[in-house]
């Protein structure tokens, strides 16, 4: 098996033919040429099917299961892959386990499973919530289990493999939201999950400047199942966002590389902080979830978390980071943090930072960080206790 660079710079693209360019362009088409027989054709309507999304599926096939044949189904954005997944596979009586504590948008797919009859019950990622959750009140209907791992924001990271088992001992099925690592920091078929989901919008495409999810498996029959929901609900990706993802992936491991560096360093520079506190970042030897993280992350992602003394002091060293932009979203080339606490979204405290490590030269971002810290520092927030 090559390796992650090898693969990236190659995945899902055709082999190099003579005087044709290396990535072939997006192919803008509503509908294609039907001459005799449309059910022998390979693109017929181009709500069922587009080369250019055929060539990024292939892609996140082999960058998420590199040993094994896998199938992948792209969407407009990361929610409509999640979606097809929850509303496209569950039935009214079964039952699904989902992470309390993961994408903010997860609440509100719950509440629309459960007007469709899905039970649903929530642990958290860290500790062994979610295995406990597996038993329960479900008459035996206990059909998919959803992980995220690390969790956005909070970066906790539970075991895919011991899960996936009890999961798959209890009948259901095992989802895991791989958008945080990407499918060069954790491969969670390989882990024995059944679905690999994520949204390509952050680390996967990384330059922000698309909107994308994606849903791997291996199985051929349940990728037709996810293919059919995206034809019928019509959830469809244009064919430039799909082709400039794929061109991006040619720098996937590069990026995800320079990123998983600069968060280590801008972690370690964090914790010599006396006004921070819970830098949460697993690929910290100490971090909570580094034990687990370290045998099933291949890199440990982009994303730092801390907690700054209050809303005021996180806005003042948001306002004066020059390097880092005061953006939502993580994963591209420019670092970015925002504190998290203004979207009301994430149980998260006030003064709680989400950092995303761009792939700046690690001293520059380090010294940006800590000048924005002394100078949000040297002001004091109203109401709050000056540090003795
Ligand atoms: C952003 C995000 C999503 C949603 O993806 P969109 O592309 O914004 O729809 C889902 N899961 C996680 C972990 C995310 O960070």
Redesign the pocket.
Known sequence: MTGDGTRAVRAGLPAAEAYQPPMPGPVFAAHFHLPGDPADATYGYGREGNPTWTGLERAVAELESPGEEAHAVVFP????A?AAVLMGLLRPGDTAVLPSD??Q?LPRLRERLETTGVRVRTAPTGGDAQLTALDGDDDGRLRLLWL?TPS?PGLDVCDIRRLADAAHARGALVAV?N??ATPLGQRPLDLGADLSVA?G??AFSGYGDV???YVACRDPERAGEIRRWRTTTGAILGPMEAWLAHRGLGTLHLRVERQQTNALAVAAALRERPEVTSVRYPGLTDDPAHPVAVRQMRRFGCVVSFVLPDPEHAERFLAALRLVDDAT?FGGVRSTAERRGRWGGDAVPTGFIRFSAGVEDPEDLVADVCRALEVAGAEVSPGANRAT
């Open positions: 954005s990361g929610m409509a999640i993961g994408y948008l995220e956005n939201d958008t945080l949204s919008t952050k909107l994308l999810g979203s």
